[in-house]
C-alpha cells in the first residue's frame, strides 16, 4: 500500500507507524500549489494532517481537498487533527473528506482507517500474482517458476508486482518511478534499467519463459 501524506510535516509517529507496517508513503508538505502533480492511481489513500484548528479551519481544508480534486486525484482522504469540535468535523465531511479523526487516537486505529479506504477503491489484490509460468507470493517477496524460487528485494517486488499485475500492458517509465520510487527528488533516472536487469537475472535464475521487454521511447511490458 502506498499512502501520500498531506500538510505538516510534524507527524513522525505517523510515518512511523506506516514504516513498522511496511506501507509506502510519500509527503506533500503544501497540496493546494502541488496537487496537479499527483500522478493518478500510484497512491491507495491520503492523509491530510489538519494543524490548524481555528476559524480558518474549514475554509483551508475545503481549498485544499478543491485542489486535489481539480488536480484529478480520485484517492480517499482521511483529515487528521487535534481536537476538533463536532461541528468542525461536520464541516470536515462536509468539505469532501472521506474520514475525520482526532486526538487522541490509538495508531491501530489510524491504520485500519486507512486500510479501509483504500477498500474503496479497486478490489484488494490478492496475495498471490501469476502471469505464465510466474508466481508471485508478495507475503514472503517469493518469486516461483518451474525452475524454483528465489527471493526479491522490496523494490524488485513492487517491480515485478506491476508488471504482473498489467500482463502485455506497456508501463510508461513515469509509472514505474511513481509506483516504486515515488516522488522522490532523488531518483536516478538509470535507476529502472539497473533494477529490470537485476529482476531478469532472477527471472533467468528460476528457468522461467517470461520476459520484460523495452518499447521503445515508451516503457516496458511483460511477455508471458
Given at each position: 500500500?502506498?499512502?501520500?501524506?498531506?500538510?505538516?510535516?510534524?507527524?513522525?509517529?505517523?510515518?512511523?507507524?506506516?514504516?513498522?507496517?511496511?506501507?509506502?508513503?510519500?509527503?506533500?508538505?503544501?497540496?493546494e500549489k502541488?496537487?496537479?502533480?499527483?500522478?493518478?492511481?500510484?497512491?491507495?489513500?491520503?492523509?491530510?494532517?489538519?494543524?490548524?484548528?481555528?476559524?480558518?479551519?474549514?475554509?483551508?481544508?475545503?481549498?485544499?481537498?478543491?485542489?486535489?480534486?481539480?488536480?484529478?486525484?480520485?484517492?480517499?482522504?482521511?483529515?487528521?487533527?487535534?481536537?476538533?469540535?463536532?461541528?468542525?468535523?461536520?464541516?470536515?465531511?462536509?468539505?469532501?473528506?472521506?474520514?475525520?479523526?482526532?486526538?487522541?487516537?490509538?495508531?491501530?486505529?489510524?491504520?485500519?482507517?486507512?486500510?479501509?479506504?483504500?477498500?474503496?477503491?479497486?478490489?484488494?489484490?490478492?496475495?498471490?500474482?501469476?502471469?505464465?509460468?510466474?508466481?508471485?507470493?508478495?507475503?514472503?517477496?517469493?518469486?516461483?517458476?518451474?525452475?524454483?524460487?528465489?527471493?526479491?528485494?522490496?523494490?524488485?517486488?513492487?517491480?515485478?508486482?506491476?508488471?504482473?499485475?498489467?500482463p502485455g500492458?506497456?508501463?510508461?517509465?513515469?509509472?514505474?518511478?511513481?509506483?516504486?520510487?515515488?516522488?522522490?527528488?532523488?531518483?536516478?533516472?538509470?535507476?529502472?534499467?539497473?533494477?529490470?536487469?537485476?529482476?531478469?537475472?532472477?527471472?533467468?535464475?528460476?528457468?522461467?519463459?517470461?520476459?520484460?521487454?523495452?518499447?521503445?521511447?515508451?516503457?516496458?511490458?511483460?511477455?508471458?
Amino acid at each position: 500500500m502506498r499512502v501520500l501524506l498531506l500538510g505538516s510535516p510534524n507527524h513522525d509517529k505517523i510515518a512511523q507507524a506506516l514504516r513498522k507496517e511496511h506501507y509506502l508513503y510519500d509527503f506533500m508538505a503544501n497540496p493546494e500549489k502541488e496537487a496537479a502533480g499527483i500522478p493518478e492511481g500510484v497512491y491507495d489513500a491520503a492523509i491530510l494532517l489538519a494543524d490548524r484548528t481555528d476559524n480558518q479551519f474549514a475554509v483551508q481544508l475545503s481549498r485544499t481537498l478543491c485542489a486535489l480534486r481539480e488536480g484529478g486525484a480520485s484517492l480517499p482522504v482521511l483529515v487528521v487533527a487535534s481536537h476538533l469540535s463536532a461541528r468542525d468535523r461536520v464541516l470536515a465531511l462536509d468539505a469532501g473528506a472521506d474520514d475525520v479523526l482526532t486526538a487522541p487516537f490509538l495508531m491501530g486505529e489510524l491504520l485500519a482507517r486507512v486500510r479501509a479506504l483504500s477498500r474503496r477503491g479497486p478490489a484488494l489484490q490478492p496475495r498471490q500474482l501469476c502471469a505464465g509460468d510466474l508466481m508471485l507470493d508478495r507475503g514472503h517477496c517469493m518469486l516461483r517458476s518451474r525452475g524454483g524460487e528465489i527471493r526479491l528485494s522490496g523494490k524488485e517486488m513492487q517491480i515485478v508486482e506491476l508488471f504482473l499485475l498489467h500482463p502485455g500492458q506497456v508501463l510508461p517509465r513515469a509509472t514505474l518511478q511513481h509506483k516504486v520510487w515515488g516522488m522522490d527528488n532523488e531518483f536516478a533516472y538509470n535507476n529502472i534499467e539497473v533494477y529490470l536487469s537485476l529482476v531478469r537475472r532472477k527471472l533467468r535464475a528460476i528457468g522461467s519463459a517470461v520476459q520484460i521487454h523495452a518499447e521503445r521511447g515508451v516503457g516496458y511490458y511483460l511477455e508471458a
